[in-house]
């Protein structure tokens, strides 16, 4: 390919190349890289679209206007009906930005969705109300109706859902390993 990279059709089997798509820039000059980033720029968007998604998906069911991971943060509370901490809330998350997890908590509270029981650092759970509940139950139905509606009729998605799973599973895991390696050899 003389020096450049240019994009084929994967899909379709046939790596014959595209003319005048030039695919390398700073993060890709190689074929694995122009992949990587491919699939991290896949991954943003789709980051992106899934908390609009969300937002507009709770927006439907009541007057909250949440961010997508205030959202999940609603839904994780319910999972399981067992109270949380916010330590639970962070790591089922994978976030540490424990101050925005308190906000966003403050948020739910103030909206009648979510309750705060106990007290001390480590006594304080939360769990959701019956208001809560009824707005997760009908954020449910609606995501059921449209966005598992949508994806049933595409054939073999759910194979393609449990592999894209296992994937986004290990890559979180190098994410995290080379984000302490990062921080570690990280200048001044």
Known sequence: MAGKLVQ??????????????DLRWHLAESAVEVDTTELEFALMRTF???GRWQSECLASVCD????????????IIRMNDRPKTIKDLAR????DDVPNIQYSLRKLIGAGLVLRRGAGRS????????????????????????????????????????????TLNLLSGIYEEISRVAATHRRG
């Open 92 to 95: 089922l998350t994978n976030r």
């Open 64 to 75: 909250l206007a949440a961010t997508g991971p205030e959202n999940a943060l609603l839904h």
């Open 123 to 166: 006594g304080v759970t939360y769990v959701v109300t019956e208001e809560g509940r009824h707005v997760t139950d009908a954020y449910g139905a609606l995501r059921r109706r449209l966005l598992l509606q949508a994806v049933a009729g595409v054939p073999g998605f759910s194979d393609r859902l449990a592999e894209a799973t296992r």
């Open 48 to 50: 992106e679209g899934f």
């Open 8 to 21: 084929t059709q994967k899909d379709t089997g046939d790596d014959t190349p595209t003319p005048g798509l």
